[in-house]
């Protein structure tokens, strides 16, 4: 029986992450990761937002699921982004989660480029490398003062998939399967993700990796077989819930979910810091960017919040 905190938390507007684990034979207890992630409701309030052509709709929200998923994989306090910048028509997209769950997104692009890309149909990949052309994608940690990490990969396949799983082949070594789908469909927006990660196995020296047994690499195959079998349509079909997705997956694995990691939309701007940052302008420069109405018009990309000063007072 389904835990009931998880179905209630999967209720309604929900979106968030389902954890579990697979053992991979003796002494090897959650030896494979998993998460699954839905995130409907976050796409669609955060891409009803914007008026992206559906195409690049369709990468910007699967960065948000990526995003989300490599997120809950890690322990940080602070916030985790992925950001690529490219040539082509989209310059920069940018998908972010804080530690306590609150996801943005933003999509800048040339409006005046042609877009020559089609999106492939229901729930097929987002052309990445059409979208963006040359260019790079990065995984970055920013915990304040208690450091910073980043890892960078080139744009150089055609899904954002592809990309991530180069990225953790060459940069991480962390034996990685990926499937993202997202599609507008019936007049809103249905995005999912299945992350499986294998724990490498360390020696007395955490920097002495283990070998694969052959009964882990068994597993671990089946498991990355089984995933395969998942059809994008069925992923981004609402009607099935997320741990009984993953059952029929992997239940000849005895996949045990964890608790449910809600995420909601939320961006970081406020009124506040737009006030500091209006203070921070001489009267020269707020009249050089004042509108013909005298007035300074700051907006949030993210959210679209929009704050309107005077730019000299009874002017």
């Known amino acids: 029986m389904a835990d009931k905190n998880l179905s209630e938390s999967l209720s309604g507007n929900s979106a968030g992450i389902l954890p579990f684990v697979i053992d991979a034979g003796p002494g090897r207890k959650a030896a494979i990761r998993g998460r699954l992630a839905k995130m409907d409701h976050v796409v669609n309030t955060i891409l009803g937002r914007h008026n992206y052509p559906q195409v690049m709709g369709k990468l910007a929200a699967e960065s948000v699921v990526l995003a989300s998923c490599l997120a809950s994989t890690m322990s940080y306090d602070g916030i985790f982004t992925l950001q690529a910048k490219g040539d082509g028509a989209i310059k920069t997209l940018l998908a972010d989660v804080t530690t306590d ?27 990445m490398m059409q979208l963006m052309g040359t260019g790079h994608l990065a ?15 080139p744009i150089e396949a055609q899904s954002i998939t592809d990309v991530a799983l180069r990225y953790f082949r060459d940069s991480e070594q962390i034996d ?15 995005a999912t993700g299945l992350l499986l990660q294998r724990i490498p196995e360390t020696g007395g020296n ?36 997320v741990e009984t997705l993953v059952h029929r997956l992997f239940h000849e694995l005895s996949a045990r979910p964890l608790p449910w990691r809600p995420l909601r939309d939320q961006c970081r701007c406020s009124s506040t810091r737009a006030e500091q940052i209006i203070a921070s302008l001489t009267d020269e420069e707020k009249i050089d960017l004042a509108d013909e109405n005298n007035k300074l018009v700051m907006s949030c990309e993210f959210c679209k919040s929009e704050w309107v000063w005077d730019a000299v007072p009874n002017a």
């Open 101 to 127: 769950g609150a996801v943005r997104a933003y999509m800048g692009y040339d409006e005046h480029q042609d877009i020559d890309a089609d999106d492939g149909g229901m729930g097929a990949p987002a052309p």
């Open 139 to 153: 995984f970055t940690v920013d915990q304040g003062k208690k450091g910073r990490y980043q890892g960078i990969v």
């Open 176 to 190: 990685t399967a990926l499937m993202l789908a997202a599609d507008y469909h019936d007049g809103s927006w249905r």
């Open 206 to 241: 955490h920097d002495d990796v283990l070998p694969m047994s052959d009964t882990e690499e068994d597993i671990w195959h089946t498991a990355c077989t089984l995933m395969s079998t998942l059809e994008r349509t069925e992923m981004l079909d609402h009607t099935i819930p």
